[in-house]
């Protein structure tokens, strides 16, 4: 199947390093956004969201004629659905004294009735969205259908989750072995052309039910990983035990794999993901759910450990370092880093926090600092939340000039304990009860 002509409906953090990869392929490709101020920016050859490399893939993209963004799709070869599928707001499933989290599927639903008054024969509408499994089947299917064309007959449709990491999305899109689950097998062969463009990895073909949960076991075979170190940490808390030296040891065992504790766990997949199948069969994932209660309780446990620091949180000055989901991307979404701030000041704490990779964030409730220096200036301690990697290279001594802190509390081992006494400072790392 050719494709000379493909719309990208979504712009975020999936949608415009695949809508610019295609159009660095050859093809022509209009990206299709609701938010205006992000169609403005592009347009004018800039981006909104930081990802190494993605500034000039689109600007590369703009200049050869192949990408422009606009807030309608239009006639097509191909439509791929990029949206995001956060939580419902304040609304959850009930299942035998289980409470469990919604899937918010609007932005799904509307994405594919943008596509009904432009869907002809032949064409390939794909879903990228992560979705709870049967989405295909049991929600796209029937809208799509409202054209009058039969998916799998008339038009191809198929599932194709990405699979990639922040700060290596444009590698990963070309080389990551890519899942393609097609209505019919006729479907999943139409998705392997569309993505053959430019995917060097493998491409595996199945059916959509099957490719959605893949997606989902792998960030909920992740979440359930980290969910036991972060259970870990606070057993060592308990038992007077360093948790880093435990998983560093018992990780030389040649079937054993210990993740790192944290902090929690965040982002728009691995903290979301698994919820999708707590809703879809709430009788049948006891694991899933207590793994995703255990991940999303962990700020309280670093609170805890931040106000055994201080003695007392009420009044204290805390510099809380990141805010990010996850080290040097700038992705705040479902970041436990928010959720630790928001609960020490609950607490009585004063906490201003410095995000460097999103200095100009605006955060209900959360005070930004202008600054690193600013952030520090003040403190009675520093938490650091996040492992930057200008975090980990700071130098002790020049910390000390510019804070009164002498206390530091460090949620993932990002530095030398014996680096920061030796120059005056008391440091509690997460998970270490000696």
Known sequence: MKFQKICVIGLGYIGLPTASTFARHGVSVLGVDINPHIIETLNKGEIHIHEPGLRDAVTNAIASGNFRAATQPEEADAFIIAVPTPFQENKFGEHNGVTYKLADMRAVISAAESILPLLKKGNLVVLESTSPPRTTADLITPILARSGLVAGRDFHLAYSPERVLPGQILQELIENARVIGGVTPASAEA???????????????????????????????????IAIANEFSRLADKFGVDVWEAISIANLHPRVKILNPGPGVGGHCISVDPWFFVEAAPELTPLIYHARQVNDSQPHFVVETVKRALGSLSGKKIAALGLAYKPDVDDLRESPANETVHLLQEQGAQVLAWEPFKPDAQLPGINMADSLESALKDADAIVLLVKHTEFTKFVPADIAKITKARILVDTVSGWDSEQWQKAGFTLLRLGVGK
């Open 191 to 225: 998705g392997k052309d569309l993505y053959s463009i430019f995917v060097k990895g493998q491409i595996i073909q199945t059916d959509a039910t099957t490719a959605e949960m893949v997606k989902l076991m792998e960030n909920t075979y992740r979440d359930v990983n």
